[in-house]
């Protein structure tokens, strides 16, 4: 229990820490218009019953008339201390899930390639997407309401105890005890929901997502109806799960009501046992109207830790990802480095093994490349090429080996000023759903791409353009449905040309090109190559 406290403490900075602190203590002002709220009806009952006008304190006296426009005034500044509370704390609240999600995000960025690729996408997605949302928004949001509910109710409770111990005693205990009880029977129950909440939710993602990425092939190949059954046992699945959950969060609210009229029926009996007098009618008075604050509040106070029960499972998954994200970095803490590589004459590899697991791919490879060569890397269908270009980038480590950089022993693994030295178009680019110049100057904000940068690119890559044609204004469909292979391959390269590298790799780059298209292409390859001095390798 400590240590998932810990745990999820760590998800919070310092200041996000004195802001929930501050949002508690803010309860406590809250309280003391609750208290002042209630406590002005007690001489304003007590004219009423006695038909009198003037509410007096030892030399002190007050009219019926005043005492009600002060409590319309104490009533006025409370709504708007409490829409100011809510609005600062709904501010929070989100700006923590932005933190969240932005940070997880990142975490992801700095893991290494091949700790990237460990990930499951979907699980990812709906971690940073859907489980921040859910743990910001229902589980903290819930949790500060909470302890705000559990400071208004025990203050309430306390000063009707002060009035009358009594009754207090009767409603307090009454409370609490079926409170625990309830709680204690639906305990495993919101444990096992929560669990199988999430993995629904990864599972129904993951579903869309091979459904979209993979449409054409279901269609031909006909199995539409497996992958809508997938789905719809899924969504059974979730219609039950959420049945339940909304169920147990919503049922507080009819319980409460049972036990408060429970407690105002022995009440009652306790005042028809001690006969009636006009302290007795207040003292009824008082607790009533203290219930129509009580009430709500206790059945929030319910409702929440029900909600944050039922929805725990958001809290650890985000656990989970920034415990492996933390392992990760652990791990590799003295691999990352910013040096400074020059590359000038050539890059020399020497005896590079790599093995995934205990799977061999690469077993002492060597191989030399000039500085300004064209050269080509072949090899059979799982041969280890890509591994190898991989390692030549710097996102995978050999296992062993040397890599040498103009003469010079040099670790290029993970180094960004030597990757960034590289363009690369591999077999599967991916097209966005945006302009043709956005797919060209991919990750650049629209306002800074250079036009004449883009046109360059386009021309290079012999996309066909006449002179209506706008980069900018024709939208391409996701995944460049509205293309043909042959466009959205050249469409890939012109991104590739956009970069304007010094090492450029072509994995089955001109596959889907006709011969006399890609003979153009490798001919303007040849230009860059020569004008430029760009190193190409073709795989």
Known sequence: MLNNIKKISSLFSTKDKFSVMIFCFFSL?????????????????????????????????????????????????????????????????????KNLSISLLK???????????????????N???????????IILNQSILVVSEIILTSGLLFFLFIFNAQFALIIGLTLVFFASLFFYITKNLNSRLSEKRVVINSQRLKIVDEIFLSFKEIVIYLKKNFFINKFENLTTEHRKVNSLKNTLIQAPKLIIEFILFGSFSLILLVIINLGTDENIVTTLAVFAIAAVKIVPSFNRIISNLQSIKVYSGSTFKILELKTYFNKCFLKNKNVNNNDQINFNSNIELKNICFNYDKNQILKNINLKINKGEIIGILGESGSGKSTLIDILIGILNQKSGTIKIDGDDVNIYNNINWISKFGYLSQSF????????????????????????????LKKAFFNLNKSFNASDFQVAEHGNNLSGGQRQRLALARAFYENKEILILDEATSALDDKTESKILDELKKINKINGTTIIFI
């Open 29 to 97: 002002i809250s309280l003391s218009f609750e208290i002042v709220s209630l406590g002005i009806f007690i001489p304003i009952i007590d004219l009423v019953i006695e038909g009198r006008e003037y509410f007096t304190y030892n030399e002190y006296s007050i009219s019926l008339k005043t005492l009600l426009i002060i409590t319309c005034l104490i009533y006025a500044f409370k709504l708007l201390y409490g829409l100011t509370y809510l609005y600062y704390l709904n501010w929070f609240v989100y700006g923590f899930e």
């Open 430 to 457: 991916y097209i966005i759903n945006g302009s043709i110049s956005e797919n060209v100057a991919y990750g650049i904000q629209k306002d800074i791409i250079e036009n004449n940068r883009v046109v360059l690119a």
């Open 107 to 125: 975490d992801f960025f700095s893991l290494n390639y091949s700790d990237q690729t460990k990930l499951n996408s979907s699980d990812l997605k």
């Open 127 to 137: 971690t940073i997407i859907q489980e921040t949302s859910t743990f910001s928004i």
